[in-house]
T-cell receptor
């Protein structure tokens, strides 16, 4: 059973370009969470999605950032017109359900975005 | 009020020693406190977690101590090994069934052989 798969692992973009980060949750998981980790900092929640729905995007910048989790295919975090400050590691986590009693969230290995 | 403060920032321990990492929170609505372990280039992995109705939880060499009145919790790694060298993050969340964690800033642990 493969874990949470994120690709690409490393992404380099020039300022003003678009970055698309993909996350395939663990098999059977329908809840996806995106976090951002700046250098030497903890992870910061960005957005929580279920299939075809954004449940909580309170941690996501209002401009340039968007996320989706379609019925088929991976979850996508999209950053338009990237700036140097977007350089960070972006982690995706998935869970089987929303409760914690019988499940937990598993993190992927992250995508390290570098904006040059 | 949403912050989780973690200390120390870095820690060096001799093999066989005890590693202690502390976290403090302000929001009394938090009801779930996990610890994550992260190796370089990898994603965080859940190590151990505790709820505020319990003062201590032990799993193998890892123990969480929880002080509800002081709003503090700590991770103790007994008999620390070089393989434990990693970055450790505490976190907190509130409400049932949410993974909207507030993470601490991390502690970089190095265990000397």
């Amino acid at each position: 059973n493969a874990g949470v798969m994120q690709n690409p692992r490393h992404l380099v973009r020039r300022r003003g370009q678009e970055a698309r980060l993909r996350c395939s949750p663990m098999k059977g998981h329908s809840h996806v969470y995106w976090y951002r980790q700046l250098p030497e900092e903890g992870l910061k929640f960005m957005v929580y999605l279920q299939k075809e729905n954004i449940i909580d995007e309170s941690g996501m910048p209002k401009e340039r950032f968007s996320a989706e989790f379609p019925k088929e295919g991976p979850s996508i975090l999209r950053i338009q017109q990237v700036v140097r400050g977007d350089s960070a590691a972006y982690f995706c986590a998935s869970s089987l359900a929303q409760g914690r009693l019988n499940t937990e969230a598993f993190f992927g290995q992250g995508t390290r975005l570098t904006v040059v | 009020q949403q912050q989780v403060k973690q200390s120390p920032q870095s820690l060096i321990v001799q093999k066989g020693g005890i590693s202690i990492i502390n976290c403090a929170y302000e929001n009394t609505a938090f009801d779930y406190f996990p610890w994550y372990q992260q190796f370089p280039g990898k994603g965080p992995a859940l190590l151990i977690a505790i709820r505020p109705d319990v003062s201590e939880k032990k799993e193998g060499r890892f123990t969480i101590s929880f002080n509800k009145s002081a709003k503090q919790f700590s991770l103790h790694i007994m008999d620390s090994q070089p393989g434990d060298s990693a970055t450790y993050f505490c976190a907190a969340s509130r409400g049932s069934g949410t993974y909207k964690y507030i993470f601490g800033t991390g502690t970089r642990l190095k265990v000397l052989a």
